[in-house]
């Protein structure tokens, strides 16, 4: 949707390095991806809840691409788009500079200062400038990049600061519900409610968590042919078919960071991403696929990821209001005691279904910027174990990854039916607020 300027960026890019006499190398989108692949690691270390984790990569991305909205006027500025943005300071006197390394560097110096274990973002930080270095950067280039990132970055964290998840902690910790038909910890770790909060912190584009409130769950009843009832049934009966093709689906999609083996008295856990990066990787295939450039990378997943952490709002205001009960919970009260799920089931309330809603809502960002038939093969999973999986839209892969969560056993149909109608509305209204009609009618030129 930005090719059209890619001519004009070049020229600028060349005027700037000879009127420096500095040299100005150009990076490629893919260092962005690289920069988001080891937060995910750190993530799947330090087990990042999938919230947390779309908070993490917004802000971390949101400092790139300050530094890059300021340079490329490709980019729209983000004051007046996202709730409370604030105006930021760029420093003038840090020159002579190169904007696209400013900008990942403030990418990694966000996500250090935001991670647990950042330091190992700083060491990749420094591995980094040392490849730099190693291919011939200037290094008052590399110096002076280095100091706009870090004060770009110390904007972007007091704004993420003023978000108040800081203040989760100090709120009344959640204790289950006694009401029959509420959620309750699922084996076999039982792990506590996950950021039940959530809805607390404040939202980049939405007026509340709550702004796309869905229609509520079925109502419990455990009598046979009631609607719940059927909803629960269904769920069992689809784990009886042991259909391969189905079970090869919910494996790719399990995302479950919080996956614990028990075996006696040991527990240990498995490596796996969010789903908020999983949809960063396919993000980023779909822009190495269509050539996109740095900025328009960075545009990219600069929006998928406010798209996730509002998806995630709005999904987690509805679990914790709901508190609707898991299936591995009440099939073995009412149908088989010994039932197990294909998947390990989340520690959180069931409706509505997250992988749903912000693969929805990431599939409908992703069509605006790449169109309604953009063919890709999915490969993030493969350092998990997983075969890649192909793919004819971004809607085909959303619709996968949401019924998916049934196959596995963890999920009725009505959570993943209302969590894709929730995710559409959360996408679009994502969409609104930061697209501009420029953004529109070079998407519209690029399709046809």
């Known amino acids: 949707m930005l090719r059209n300027s890619k001519v004009l960026s070049f020229f600028i890019l060349l005027l700037l390095s000879c009127s420096s006499g500095k040299k100005q190398p150009e990076l490629k989108g893919e260092e962005i991806s690289r920069v988001i692949s080891k937060m995910t690691d750190v993530m799947v270390r330090d087990i990042t809840n999938p919230p947390l984790a779309a908070r993490f990569f917004s802000y971390s991305l949101l400092s790139g691409y300050e530094v890059m909205s300021e340079y490329d006027k490709r980019l729209v500025k983000m004051q007046g ?37 950042g ?11 040392d490849s730099c270095r190693s291919e011939g950067w200037d290094e008052e280039i590399i110096l002076n990049s280095s100091g706009y990132a870090n004060v770009i970055s110390k904007q972007i964290l007091a704004y993420a600061k003023a978000d108040r998840y800081n203040k989760i902690s100090n709120l009344s910790r959640y204790t289950p519900q006694k009401k029959e038909g509420s959620w ?10 996950v950021e039940p909060n959530f809805n607390t912190v404040r939202p980049f584009t939405l007026d509340s968590a709550s702004q796309f409130k869905p229609v509520p769950p079925a109502d419990y009843d455990s ?9 629960m049934n269904a769920v069992y009966t689809e784990s009886k078919k042991a259909d391969q093709e189905h079970q090869a689906i919910a494996a790719f999609w399990d995302c479950n960071p919080f996956m614990v083996n028990d075996k006696g008295h040991l ?37 998928v990821s406010i798209g996730l952490m509002d998806a995630f709002m709005a999904c987690w205001d509805e679990k914790y209001r709901s508190n609707r009960i898991r299936p591995e ?26 992988h749903s809603t912000i693969s929805t809502a990431s599939a409908v960002i992703l069509t605006n910027f790449f169109g309604d038939n953009f063919s890709y093969t999915d490969s993030v999973e493969i350092p ?43 996408g679009e209204w994502v969409i609104k607020k930061i697209a501009t009609e420029k953004n529109k009618n070079e998407q519209a030129s ?3």
């Open 81 to 117: 788009r996202l709730n409370d943005y604030p105006a930021m300071e760029h420093p003038d006197s840090l020159k002579p500079i190169n904007h696209q390394l400013a900008s990942i560097l403030a990418i990694m110096e966000t996500a250090q200062r935001l991670q647990p274990s």
């Open 119 to 129: 330091k190992e973002i700083e060491i990749y930080k420094f591995k980094f400038l």
């Open 184 to 193: 309750y910890p699922t084996p076999p770790a039982f792990i506590a409610a």
């Open 223 to 231: 009598k046979p042919g009631s609607e719940f009832y059927n909803l």
């Open 267 to 303: 527990q240990y856990a498995f490596k796996k991403i969010s789903p908020g990066a999983h949809w960063l990787g396919i993000s980023g295939i779909a822009c190495r696929k269509a050539a996109m450039d740095y900025s328009e990378t960075l545009q990219v997943l600069s929006t």
């Open 329 to 354: 919970t009440v099939i073995r009260k009412h149908l088989d005691p010994s039932w197990e799920p294909l998947l390990q089931t989340p520690p959180f309330p069931e409706y509505l279904s997250g």
């Open 384 to 426: 998990y174990g997983l075969p890649a999986r192909s793919f004819r839209s971004f809607k085909e892969a959303a619709e996968e990854a949401g019924v998916s969560r049934f196959y596995g056993g963890i999920h009725y149909m009505d959570a993943i039916e209302q969590g894709n109608i929730q995710g559409a509305r959360v």
């Open 446 to 448: 690029t399709s046809n």
